[in-house]
C-alpha cells in the first residue's frame, strides 16, 4: 500500500519569500510518480509539478520546485517568490507507474498555504 | 491542453432523489477516469475507478449500488449517486488519465437537503 504524509497543516509565508511545503511517502513499489497539486478555494486541481521515481534530477516548473530525496522518500515542494494567488490547500500524492492500480493517486492531508503581503 | 469538466458545478436536491455527475475529457480520450470525494478541509479519497466498456472498480467501503458509475465513451464517465442523503453532501471531484498525469475537473458540490 501507498502512504503520503504532510505533517504541516497550516504555513503562512511572507509575500516574495520562498517556501518549503514538507511530503513523505511510503510505497513498496519500486516505480512510482510524486505529484504535487494546489487547490485555491474554488476547489479545482491544478496540476503543479511531477516527479517520476527514476528521474534524477529534480523536477522544476517556473516557481516551483520538488526537492526529491529518494533515500529519505520525501518529496518537498519548493516554491520561490511567493506571491498572493499562492495562498491555496497544497497537496502531495503518488501514484504506482504499473500494474492493475496504475494511475490511482493516493493523496496527502493537504497543507493550507497563506501567504501575507 | 488536457481540459475536463463537470456538469452540475453545484447541485441541491431532496432526501431520496437521485443525481447524475457528468465527468468530460474535452481534448483528449481517456479510458480511465477517476472519482473521487472531498468533505471540507480534508484530502480526496478516492471512491471508484472508471474504465471505458467495463464495469468500474470500487475502493473499500464504496457502496456500488448507492455510486453508479457508467463510463460509456472515451470522453465520458458518469456518477450517479442514487438515493441520496444529508451524509453524501459533499464536494465530487473527477479526474481523467493522459499519460503518467491525471487531470481534474472542477468538482461538483452536492448538497441533500
Known amino acids: 500500500a501507498q502512504k503520503i504524509t504532510q505533517t504541516q497543516p497550516g504555513m503562512f509565508v511572507q509575500e516574495k519569500e520562498a517556501v518549503t511545503l514538507d511530503c513523505t511517502y511510503d510505497?513498496?513499489?519500486?516505480?512510482?510518480?510524486l505529484f504535487w497539486y494546489k487547490q485555491p478555494s474554488s476547489g479545482e486541481m491544478i496540476f503543479l509539478i511531477y516527479?517520476?521515481?527514476?528521474?534524477?534530477q529534480n523536477a522544476t516548473e517556473g516557481r516551483y520546485s520538488l526537492n526529491f530525496q529518494k533515500a529519505r522518500k520525501s518529496a518537498n515542494l519548493v516554491i520561490s517568490a511567493s506571491q498572493l494567488g499562492d495562498s491555496a490547500m497544497y497537496f502531495c500524492?503518488?501514484?504506482?507507474?504499473?500494474?492493475?492500480?496504475?494511475?490511482?493517486?493516493?493523496f496527502g492531508q493537504g497543507t493550507i498555504l497563506t501567504v501575507h503581503p | 491542453g488536457a481540459v475536463v469538466s463537470q456538469h452540475p458545478s453545484w447541485v441541491i436536491c431532496k432526501s431520496g432523489t437521485s443525481v447524475k455527475i457528468e465527468c468530460r475529457s474535452l481534448d483528449f480520450q481517456a479510458t480511465t477516469m477517476f472519482w473521487y470525494r472531498q468533505f471540507p478541509k480534508q484530502s480526496l479519497m478516492l471512491m471508484a475507478t472508471?474504465?471505458?466498456?467495463?464495469?468500474?472498480?470500487?475502493e473499500q467501503g464504496v457502496e456500488k449500488d448507492k455510486f453508479l458509475i457508467n463510463h460509456a465513451s472515451l470522453t465520458l464517465s458518469t456518477l450517479t449517486v442514487t438515493s441520496a442523503h444529508p451524509e453524501d453532501s459533499s464536494f465530487y471531484i473527477c479526474?481523467?488519465?493522459?499519460?503518467?498525469?491525471?487531470?481534474f475537473g472542477p468538482g461538483t458540490r452536492l448538497t441533500v437537503l
Open positions: 500524492a503518488m501514484s504506482r507507474a504499473g500494474g492493475t492500480s496504475y494511475g490511482k493517486l493516493t
Open positions: 510505497t513498496s513499489d519500486q516505480s512510482y510518480g
Open positions: 472508471s474504465n471505458e466498456g467495463s464495469k468500474a472498480t470500487y
Open positions: 479526474s481523467a488519465q493522459r499519460g503518467l498525469g491525471q487531470y
Open positions: 516527479q517520476g521515481s527514476y528521474d534524477e
